[in-house]
């Protein structure tokens, strides 16, 4: 072998390599997933995954630089589950679309609260421009779209008045849900989800 040339692993070798990195991934979001449940996300420090994983901290950091990712990737599937939820939601026949837009905000409501301290938590890294850039992110994207095609569906069959304007209502009706808030009102003022549910609910009513 000529000197300083670095030899390709080779297709077994390269397929070596992706098993240990997906290893290494379940590892290190499992010790997530656990030590978050018990602490936290914001008692948690990344070396403290690092250790309960039994990976190094570079291993960690190339593939979660920070707690924020951690947390996204903990929410993959509940996410997931919670859409197909909503699709089945928004397809059904059974009922007008404002009551499909307040089961929806309702059903927000409770997705919120099983995974608020993922949700809480994974905000902590975020700082300067990045705390508006989650507006833009694929997962509020779908949140506001799926309220604008109830709403734009409501006005449709004159279930709201003619002429407001919707792309708003989508974003307003979704900002109570805003996690800072959600937390406010649930740990310091004390408001149980039903109550930010019912709110929400009336928010979305006939009185559009």
């Known amino acids: 072998m000529v000197r300083g040339h670095v030899r390709s692993p080779g297709p077994r070798g390269e397929e070596a390599l992706r098993r240990d990195a997906a290893r290494n991934r379940e590892r290190i979001l499992a010790a997530a997933r656990s030590l978050f449940a018990e602490r936290g ?11 309960a994983a039994g990976v190094g901290k570079g291993t960690l950091y190339r593939r979660f630089p920070n707690k924020g990712l951690l947390c996204e990737a903990l ?13 089945e939601l928004v397809a059904e026949n059974e009922s ?64 709201i008045r003619e002429n407001l ?35 929400l609910r009336d928010l979305a009513s006939e009185r559009l």
Request: proline share 4%; with cysteine; net charge negative.
């Open 165 to 199: 304007d919707l792309e708003y209502l989508a974003h307003a009706l979704l900002a109570p849900l805003a996690v800072d808030l959600y937390y406010y009102q649930r740990y310091v003022l004390g408001f149980s989800p039903e109550r930010i549910a019912r709110g």
């Open 96 to 159: 007008g679309a404002l009551e499909k837009l307040g089961r929806f905000l309702e059903e927000m409501v409770f997705f919120t609260e099983e995974n608020l301290e993922l949700l809480y938590g994974g905000q902590e890294p975020l700082c300067g421009s990045a705390r508006v850039e989650r507006f833009s992110h694929p997962a509020y994207d779908w949140q506001r779209w799926t309220v604008l095609v109830l709403l734009r569906q409501a006005e449709r069959e004159g279930e």
């Open 75 to 87: 929410l993959d599937e509940p996410t997931r589950a919670f859409q197909r939820r909503v699709m």
């Open 41 to 51: 996300v914001t008692g948690v420090t990344m070396s403290e995954i690092a250790r």
